[in-house]
């Protein structure tokens, strides 16, 4: 079965420092996608970076980054320099299923919260 | 203007009653998407379209059902209402893989 965890509930950082929000997946389709979402309070959902399975290197956008460790099947959002902006859930998500039904799951969430 | 818009914003309805979601896209894509958000809660997938002849279940469609009007629009209905389908309701469209959604703004549905 495909599943999406998402293990922190909540984190905090400081402003202009990096953090960590992590995701791990599973899945046996050979190929898939696994992508980061933005909800701010204002409730709308935005697109941030996306990781295809067989990509060799590590997806950046901006001040995001995806770690990649397919063997560990972890898909790690790294935000560099944080801003009081970034304060949002995060969702961690993944498209599968080409062996077969389509399938599009995400995470529960991380909410972040920067501090000044 | 939005790419992707959805009517109502905000819907308060009784058990029972049949209500329709709406959603309207510019962006050209083929695909469209229904989801659900449930509070601290991720998406869950209701039906997704590939194209206008192409509609398929998702995770959780039962006591739900939708209509590809054209390749702009695609519709939610709920054929009777019941209290736990509150919740927030996205759509979506995406191009093919690798298959980014882009959100409209969300309807907020509250069922009495």
């Known amino acids: 079965a495909q599943k999406i965890t998402q293990t922190q509930p909540g984190m905090f950082v400081q402003e202009k420092e990096a953090v960590t929000l992590d995701c791990t997946y599973d899945t046996s389709d050979p190929s898939y996608g696994l992508f980061w979402y933005k909800q701010p309070s204002s409730g709308e959902m935005i697109f941030l970076i996306y990781q295809g399975s067989y990509d060799q290197q590590n997806a950046t956008e901006g001040r995001y980054s995806l770690n990649f460790q397919k063997a560990r099947k972890s898909a790690n959002l790294v935000i560099s320099a944080s801003q009081l902006g970034d304060s949002a859930m995060y969702f961690c998500a993944m498209r599968g299923g080409t062996s077969g039904t389509y399938k599009y799951i995400f995470g529960t969430g991380t909410r972040l919260k920067v501090l000044a | 203007d939005a790419d992707v818009t959805q009517t109502p914003r905000n819907r308060i309805t009784k058990t029972g009653k049949r209500i329709m979601l709406e959603c309207s896209q510019t962006k050209g894509h083929d695909r469209m998407y229904w989801y659900r958000q449930d509070p601290g809660l991720g998406l869950q997938l209701i039906y997704y379209s590939f194209d206008v002849k192409d509609i398929n279940k998702g995770e959780i469609s039962d006591g739900y059902s939708v209509s590809r009007q054209a390749q702009a629009k695609f519709s939610l209905s709920l054929e009777s209402a019941i209290p736990n389908q509150t919740a927030l309701y996205f759509c979506?469209?995406?191009?093919?893989?690798?298959?980014?959604?882009?959100f409209g703004p969300g309807t907020r549905l509250t069922v009495l």
């Open positions: 979506a469209t995406s191009d093919p893989p690798p298959d980014t959604q882009y």
